[in-house]
């Protein structure tokens, strides 16, 4: 029985520690988290509907928009979104992409799913890649799925900058059993 007890806590205590965003743990609740991102430099914006807004740097470089989400009814710390600046043209964007795809691929391996296309009428080297981002018609996304109870993505976003998610795989379970709940009983 003492074993099962200790590898049990040895289990959530090893996946609770892997499972961070700039090295603070992806769970507990919204309080704790926004106070523990303000003590390593981010600054709170606000609340609205469960997600946080912060902005700071990551590794004193990046610049960075956070966004800090919920679960609806438990209100644990599920996922951080990080947006690193706005790039004003498509080679500074992409270059920013590979420097992340790099250096996640470097910490977790391979990723696990990997696009990077343009979709018609629009293609690499045409002049219009920013605006193929604008109206969704570029995919650049990279996925890391289930990485000791994370699962994390580098993309472009349409808004002309690199986002870096993280997700706690297990609590977001949890909110998308929320979710479930609160629309079973609303319909």
């Not at 691929?105 to 002049?127: I, L, N, R």
């Not at 570029?138 to 002309?160: A, M």
């Amino acid at each position: 029985m003492k074993t099962l007890i200790l590898s049990i806590a040895i289990f959530f205590s090893v996946s609770s520690f892997s499972q961070s965003f700039d090295g603070i743990p992806i769970s507990g609740d919204l309080p704790t988290m926004i106070a523990k991102l303000k003590a390593k430099g981010y600054v709170y914006v606000n609340t609205e509907d469960g997600v946080a807004s912060l902005k700071g740097k990551i590794a004193s470089i990046y610049n960075v928009e956070l966004l800090v989400f919920t679960t609806p009814k438990s209100k644990k710390v599920c996922k951080v979104v990080a947006y690193l600046d706005k790039n004003i043209n498509w080679y500074s964007i992409k270059a920013e992409y590979e420097k992340f795809v790099d250096i996640l691929t470097e910490k977790y391996g391979e990723p696990d799913v990997h696009y990077e296309f343009f979709s018609s009428p629009y293609e690499a080297g045409d002049g219009y890649e920013m605006t193929a981002l604008a109206v969704e018609k570029c995919t650049y996304t990279t996925y890391w799925l289930n990485k000791n109870n994370t699962s994390i993505v580098v993309e472009i976003s349409k808004y002309k900058q690199v986002k870096l998610g993280y997700e706690n795989d297990e609590i977001m379970k949890i909110r998308k059993s929320e979710f479930a709940s609160l629309e079973s009983n609303s319909f």
